[in-house]
């Protein structure tokens, strides 16, 4: 989706600082999204997912928040590692699109140590 | 853990030539994808597959794509006249179902148009 005002091209963390990761989605008609990392020379990771049903899905140091009112995803890292270091990108998906995922500007995360 | 796996990792071809990009999806996976990412930009969807036939493609997936499933695991894309604007990461991703599935993404071809 496409960030207004939200969007952090870049983000710097000390390891074993939280980090959140904002994305706001485009499409009111989406109803499900998907966290992926890419790091360098890599393609897309799958992290987290959740669906408009939820508003809250937590996975393994991660958990992901969806405010729809306001169509706005985010991404938290609990205890960031220098390992978390890499692009984060939210993507959507809604049955407009069918089966293409839209994905969103990516945010740079950076965990000095 | 199973994955999509993507040869070439680097590709280098004349404009003008065609090109064939391969991808092994996840094994028990149905729908296959290919996504493109211009240097610095965001991944773009090109097109979706599903039982041997294309379910959705893009304004970018013109006439000069193709993409094939030539056996039980192969998936391809074929660009057939490249164009100095195709040069970018071309990845390919499979999934289980058809929505509300994670999608899970090679580690890309680099395609360099000369």
Redesign the interface.
Known sequence: GESVGLHLPTLSVQEGDNSIINCAYSNSAS??F?W?KQES??????II?I?SNMDKRQGQRVTVLLNKTVKHLSLQIAATQPGDSAVY?C?E?S?Q??????????TTLSVSS | EPEVTQTPSHQVTQMGQEVILRCVPISNHLYFYWYRQILGQKVEFLVSFYNNEISEKSEIFDDQFSVERPDGSNFTLKIRSTKLEDSAMYFCASSRGQRAQPQHFGDGTRLSIL
């Open positions: 109803d499900y998907i992926y020379g890599k393609g897309p990771q799958f997912d669906r990108f993507a998906n049955n699109a069918g089966t293409a995922l839209i994905f969103g500007k990516g």
